[in-house]
């Protein structure tokens, strides 16, 4: 019998180690066995919501963040190892914008309603645009392209995102999220009961997914032992 484990995946798109982490986590999904299935949900958070709503410029960005550019790029250094190591050519100079990206995340909420893979979709194609190609996933423009080439309905798209649809629900994810003891991302929570936080290995999350699938598994036979229990006894009174 198949266990499906439910994981809601707390990242922002501006993060790389959150790019790293899906990678990690769908080299995971390959490793846990055909016994135990997922369902996925991205959910949000912004490494910095104080950005403006047009974004700010790349460089003046990391100078203020981190001191300097060449501070900056010095421990990006590392990024980029790691991201090699996952087959992810990061192209940091390439981004003109460190972008807001709470209009990336409304689109992301959307997505998870528009067909089965279709978030992972967006989500990945976001990360792509913005690590590998420089793009402004800041960009209303830029995120209705997202939206049409993973199959979304752009005209609905298009009306949502020049709407005030959502700002507040996602904001509001984010606060729940933190009060639940996020304060990183990428975070991998599993069946809201266990979290796995960073970008960990391979091994890890697996590791985690078969744990939960098991204990899940262990309460379900627990349950029907108990309701054949109940029946048992409740056959026995009546008698």
Not at 152 to 172: F, G, N, R
Request: proline letters at 4%; one cysteine or more; charged letters at 25%.
């Amino acid at each position: 019998m198949t266990e499906t484990v439910h994981i809601d995946i707390v990242s922002d798109v501006m993060c790389p180690w959150c790019f790293i982490g899906k990678k990690r986590f769908e080299k995971a999904l390959g490793a846990i066995g055909e016994d135990v299935a997922v369902e996925v949900n991205w959910r949000p958070f912004q490494l910095d919501p104080t950005l403006p709503q047009e974004g700010k410029d790349r460089d003046q960005y990391l100078a203020e963040k981190f001191g300097s550019i060449e501070r900056a790029r010095e421990l990006y250094r590392n990024v980029e190892n790691a991201g090699a190591g996952e087959g992810i050519p990061f192209r940091f100079e390439a981004i003109a914008v460190s972008p807001n990206t709470l209009d990336a995340h409304r689109l992301i909420r959307w997505a998870q309603t528009a067909g089965e893979g279709v978030q992972t979709r967006v989500v990945e194609a976001l990360f792509e645009l913005y690590f590998l190609k420089g793009g402004n996933i800041g960009d209303q423009a830029v995120l209705l392209d997202v939206a049409r080439e993973a199959g979304m309905d752009t005209a609905i798209v298009e009306s949502l995102l020049a709407s005030d649809a959502d700002p507040e629900a996602i904001t509001q994810e984010i606060a729940l999220a933190q009060q639940m003891g996020v304060t990183g991302v990428p975070c991998f929570i599993l069946e809201n009961k266990y979290a796995v936080m960073g970008a960990q290995d391979p091994e890890t999350i697996a590791d985690a997914i078969r744990q939960v699938a098991a204990r899940k598994a262990a309460a379900s036979e627990a349950a029907s032992a108990g309701d054949t229990g109940r029946r048992g006894m409740s056959v026995a009174c009546t008698a």
